[in-house]
């Protein structure tokens, strides 16, 4: 009988579910990157993830995020955590924290690979001053009005805070789910081939673009 994983074995090989069960994720956000995200990666094969989130669920999630109408005012990695199970049976960690200076280096001990799909650049600056005194790899996804980016930690500098209420962000749910595709691949690509590459995405043009690495001198 074919399996959960049974499409995805054959176009990628039949040890990449077994691999992939094999590493230690940490998902940081678990809003409208994240939780795609995560939802994505569980059914394509991952078993050891953590979502760090200490946020609830609001209405204004319903149309971008995982979550439904039900789910309004709980805590968002619970309600991940239940999904998931219920969906393809793997219990993540969820983690109702808000990461910080003080817990950031204990929250993300252990991961093989840390996501950085925060929303504020203070928590995405965290995460980098973390995942580089650690030496752990990290990939770090954004989204602007049109745009989307896919960055590997070696070529990423957090952007500064608009000024804008998160509320308040154009954000269409085809830019989310185009940037999700993207960061699971180069997330597959440097598990399965090691190889790391950055992505710009543009939805007015459907444009998926290779960013060209920085070089600082």
């Keep these: 009988m074919a399996g959960k994983f049974y499409h995805e074995g054959i176009y990628r090989g039949p040890n990449v579910a077994a691999r992939l069960a094999e590493v230690n994720l940490t998902v940081c956000g678990a809003g409208a990157l994240g939780s795609n995200l995560v939802e994505s990666l569980a059914r394509q094969g991952f078993r050891q993830v953590r979502v760090i989130d200490c946020d609830r669920v609001e ?30 049976g793997i219990e993540i960690d969820g983690v109702n924290k808000r990461l910080d200076d003080k817990n950031a280096a204990k929250l993300l001990k252990g991961a093989d690979i840390v996501v950085d799909a925060f929303d504020n650049s203070t928590s995405r600056t965290t995460v980098q001053h973390c995942v580089r ?34 509320c308040d962000y154009p954000l269409a749910r085809n830019l989310i789910l185009l940037t999700v595709a993207v960061a699971s691949e180069s997330l597959l690509a440097c598990i399965l081939k090691n190889e790391k590459s950055d992505w710009s995405i543009t939805l007015g043009d459907f444009s998926v673009q290779p960013l060209q690495r920085r070089v600082d001198g």
């Excluded at 319903?62 to 393809?88: M, P, S």
């Excluded at 745009?147 to 990423?156: L, Q």
């Design 59 to 88: 209405e204004h999630n319903i149309g971008t995020q995982v979550y439904g109408e039900d789910d309004v005012g709980g805590w968002k990695v619970d309600i991940l955590r239940n999904r998931l199970f219920r969906a393809v």
């Design 133 to 166: 005194s650690a030496s752990i790899d990290c990939l770090h996804l954004g989204l602007s009005a049109d745009y989307g980016e896919v960055v590997w930690d070696e070529n990423y500098r957090v952007p500064s805070d608009v000024g804008q209420d998160q």
